[in-house]
């Protein structure tokens, strides 16, 4: 890319997507052992997504008050990880 596009073969206009972590916590991804092992070793990456759909029905969202617990706690890890990161 430095040859024939030099001007886009820098770090401020070529970075990477980091991969998605979905439903991390309950599984095996963990997006801070993957760091830990290298993934921006280059300091390459711009964007860091996860996210975690939260639900205590398997169809729907009922009931209220047990899905607000769950987005909330799933929230609070999020957060935790975010800082993490």
């Excluded at 770090?11 to 095996?28: D, L, M």
Aim: with cysteine; glycine share 8%; charged share 15%.
């Amino acid at each position: 890319m430095e040859g024939p596009c030099p001007d886009l073969a820098s770090t401020q206009n070529y970075t990477y997507y980091a991969p998605s972590f979905a439903g991390t916590g309950g599984n095996s991804l963990d997006p801070i052992v993957t760091w830990e092992d290298g993934l921006d070793t280059d300091k390459d990456i711009a964007v860091i997504s996860t996210h975690k759909f939260v639900a205590t029905h398997p169809h729907h969202l009922y009931p209220f008050a047990d899905n607000v617990a769950a987005t909330l706690a799933a929230r609070r890890f999020q957060v935790s990880l975010s800082k993490g990161l």
